[in-house]
């Protein structure tokens, strides 16, 4: 079965600055696609941005990006620019059946003024 | 257009009862997946709907069902309730069903509480 870790369950980062949250992944298989959510107090979830696989160009999304390393399992989001509003849980998430994800236990992110 | 929609908000039952929680999805999109999220399990998936037909299953008892109507609304469905079933459910609806990589939009979460 697949499992997806996130090793930080807390990380906070100052207002404007950059903060890269960890995941990796394991799997055997070679076609799937990875998100990375974000679910704030609300509990609303919303997608921050998703990779595909098969590519190798890293998907960016404004101040989101994310640097996939498919050898290593590995599929990090970095936050340029970090705002207030962007404080909120993270969730990476795994995908290759359906729509069924399967997600990390969460990273929760703090922005100090 | 409206987002994905779930009622009730917040539901209170007892051991033993049985709940109908509800999902209406975007309007268009057909397929609905449920998650549950727990402190102590996280975010889990239950099932997935598409077509009025379970494409998916998580690794839940047999208490938990779901279906979904010809609207594409769904409901699920839990019996003998536990005290750990008290969650977060959410609903997640995508206007696709094939392939991989499909967004999905999420509701705002029924919170059942069992006592």
């Known amino acids: 079965a697949q499992t997806v870790t996130q090793s930080q369950p807390e990380m906070s980062v100052q207002e404007a600055e950059t903060v890269t949250l960890s995941c990796t992944y394991d799997?055997?298989?070679?076609?799937?696609?990875l998100f990375w959510y974000k679910q704030p107090p609300s509990r609303q979830m919303i997608l921050v941005i998703r990779?595909?696989?098969?590519?190798?160009q890293n998907a960016t999304e404004n101040r989101f990006s994310v640097n996939f390393q498919k050898a290593a399992k590995s599929f990090s989001l970095k936050i340029s620019d970090s705002q207030l509003g962007d404080a909120a849980m993270y969730f990476c998430?795994?995908?290759?059946?359906?729509?069924?994800?399967?997600f990390g236990g969460g990273t929760r992110l703090m922005v100090k003024p | 257009k409206a987002g994905v929609t779930q009622t009730p908000r917040y539901l209170i039952k007892t051991r033993g009862q049985q709940v109908t929680l509800s999902c209406s999805p975007i309007?268009?999109?057909?397929?609905v997946s449920w998650y549950q999220q727990t402190p102590g399990q996280g975010l889990q998936f239950l099932f997935e709907?598409?077509?009025?037909?379970?494409?998916n299953k998580g690794n839940f008892p047999g208490r938990f069902s779901g279906r979904q109507f010809s609207n594409s609304r769904s409901e699920m469905n839990v019996s003998t309730l536990e005290l750990g079933d008290s969650a977060l459910y959410l609903c997640?609806?995508?206007?696709?069903?094939?392939?991989?990589?499909?967004?999905?939009?999420f509701g705002p979460g029924t919170r059942l509480t069992v006592l």
């Open positions: 997640a609806s995508s206007f696709l069903a094939g392939g991989l990589g499909n967004e999905q939009f």
């Open positions: 799997t055997s298989e070679s076609d799937y696609y």
């Open positions: 990779q595909e696989a098969y590519k190798q």
């Open positions: 998430a795994y995908n290759n059946a359906g729509n069924m994800l399967t």
């Open positions: 309007s268009g999109h057909r397929s």
């Open positions: 709907y598409f077509s009025e037909t379970q494409r």
